[in-house]
């Protein structure tokens, strides 16, 4: 049985955004993270920023008293990491104690990667402009950033965009699950169209991107500090001497497109795409990862579709085909983006460290095979 949307920190509005400002500053005892964050940029180009990790003192991050101070203090630790490794000539692939021991002990204990991730950068990054106004891509800023400008913070604020835009789908998938187990067709059928209409917005939410990001400046000057780590991984001082490896930030990370394959059950082989997108789960909060490994694990609308009557299953290739649509427009993206700024080299990857062409290909066709129709 799936729970409420809140007890999986669902909001109505926002979706997988909280419901909730973040926080703008933290605690006194944190005040040095709001500095750091503020001068990032600036550190980054005299090349300071390992004078500014050296000190931030001893960090006590069990004393963050909500769930509000944790999340800002992930997302400024995550971002000051990921400015750390990649700023150099070279990346940096020892993250100092006075970093490394805070971010993990708080990352850790949240379920997270100490690394920069969707659920960072996307969801919990932003502050409406105008507070007497509803948040929107058009009424929000950042709130981390690493060298700033209208294309960075576009690229993050339009992705959450595409969340805003998907908060209405999520209590129709929710329906469905429910539905597919006990519900009539004609009731299955309902909400299908209810989340078929409803992708709608989710597309052109993501179609927005082009609007105040330019792919070169993405490509040159974005992507490379929310890249993952390169081999044979980062230490994280105090912490283990065994380097990890963590992959960088992705709109694989989202939980929306994630649920909505877990909707219609998309099989993603595992030894190609369903490995990567299992892996990308564990970057996602907790309680977002709960909602998709539900719908998983729950849902028979795929099942009711190929044993119901012609309206159920045309009703369910319609939602399939809103997913491929999507997936053909973030494969346009990844092409403008990453390939066509690579100078088409083969071995560009997305943000994620993936080979983002072949991965989206197969990611699209995957879906494609999901339909009911076809023969």
């Known amino acids: 049985m799936m729970l409420t949307l809140a007890e999986y920190d669902i909001d109505p509005a926002h979706g997988f955004a909280p419901g909730v400002d973040p926080l703008e500053h933290l605690p006194a005892d944190f005040a040095i993270l709001d500095e750091v964050a503020a001068d990032l940029s600036t550190l980054m180009r005299n090349g300071r920023i390992a004078d500014a990790v050296g000190d931030l003192g001893e960090l006590d991050v069990d004393s ?31 993250i100092p104690h006075p970093l490394a021991v805070p971010l993990c002990t708080l990352a850790d204990a949240m379920g997270r990667p100490p690394i920069v991730h969707y659920g960072c950068m996307s969801l919990r990054n932003w502050r409406r402009v105008d507070r007497s106004l509803p948040l929107s891509s058009d009424n929000a800023a950042m709130l981390a950033q690493f060298h700033g400008g209208v294309d960075e913070t576009w690229f993050f604020i339009s992705a959450l965009g595409v969340e805003l835009a998907g908060a209405p789908l999520l209590p129709h998938v929710s329906a469905a699950v429910t539905s597919s187990g006990d519900g009539s067709d004609g009731d299955l059928t ?29 490509y040159h000057r974005i992507r490379p500090y929310v890249a993952g780590w390169p081999e044979p991984g980062v230490v994280y001082e105090g912490v283990s001497d ?30 190609t795409t369903g490995a990567y997108l299992a892996e990308m789960r564990t970057y996602m909060p907790p309680p977002h990862r709960c909602f998709v490994e539900d719908v998983t694990a729950q849902s028979r609308v795929r099942e009711r579709a190929l044993v119901g009557g012609a309206g159920l299953a045309a009703a369910f290739d319609d939602v399939v085909h809103q997913i491929e649509r999507f997936r053909g427009l973030h494969m346009r993206l990844a092409h403008d983006y990453i390939a066509v700024p690579s100078g088409m080299d083969a071995n560009a990857k997305g943000t994620g460290g993936t080979d983002f062409g072949e991965f989206l290909r197969q990611t699209r066709a995957d879906t494609t095979r999901t339909r009911v129709g076809q023969d």
């Open 242 to 271: 065994e380097p990890r490896i963590y992959i960088g930030g992705s709109a694989a990370q989202s939980s929306l497109i994630q649920a909505m394959d877990a909707l219609v059950s998309v099989h993603h082989p595992a030894d």
């Open 190 to 218: 309902e909400v299908l169209h209810s989340i078929a209409e409803a992708m709608g917005p989710v597309y052109a939410a993501t179609g927005r991107t082009y609007e105040w990001c330019d792919p070169h400046v993405f």
């Open 64 to 94: 963050l008293g909500s769930t509000l101070e944790r999340e800002r203090a992930l997302l400024l630790m995550t971002v000051l990491t990921n400015a750390y490794v990649w700023s150099a000539d070279r990346p940096r692939l020892r």
